[in-house]
């Protein structure tokens, strides 16, 4: 049992500390709706959890022979993440009627994942220490855990998000937020370079 509670411990202080996925959740929430932002939730939720899953199973024995592939892997994260932080602050903050195709889906959220430098030092350190053996029963117990807290802890900044909606009714104030998102998208980048 003691197991299951360090296990959720770190799954929670990996989830709903700030990263770029969750500032992704917190601007959907803001603009498109709690209920519309659960499409990226989700695929947030499972692109990590497969990402752990594939990690635990000896993903992390492939980018330890080969730490080109995880230095490629960070630094193409890192400039996905970059453009995406250019693009929130060029947003003009005006909702369109065609406006549902740009919300976040269920693969954005997980490709999201795949390309954020945190989740994958999330999902290396992880399983790192709570499977390092290998032992499928571990691996899948790890990642059966941390899938109800992820998926907990992104929908906690969507919801917050969502919250927000009522102060955002117009594209000024609207702008003002996706600036500040893509200032903390940006930051949270750097942040993971630098540690």
Known sequence: MSMIVSMAAFALASSISPGPVNVVALGSGARYGFTASMRHVTGATIGFCLLLLL????????????????SAITWSGAAFLLFMAYRLARDSGELEAGDAAKRPSLAYGAAMQWLNPKA????????????????????????????????????CWAWAG????????DARRVRVFNLAMAVLLAGSVFLLLKG
């Open 55 to 70: 990690t635990g199973l000896g993903l992390h024995e492939l980018l330890a022979r080969w730490p080109q592939l995880a």
């Open 162 to 169: 969502a919250s927000l909606q009522k102060y955002l009714r």
């Open 120 to 155: 994958w030092l999330a999902a290396v350190a992880g399983m790192g220490t709570y499977a390092a053996n290998g032992e499928s029963a571990a691996v899948w117990l790890f990642t059966g855990v941390y899938f109800v807290i992820c998926y907990a802890s992104i929908a």
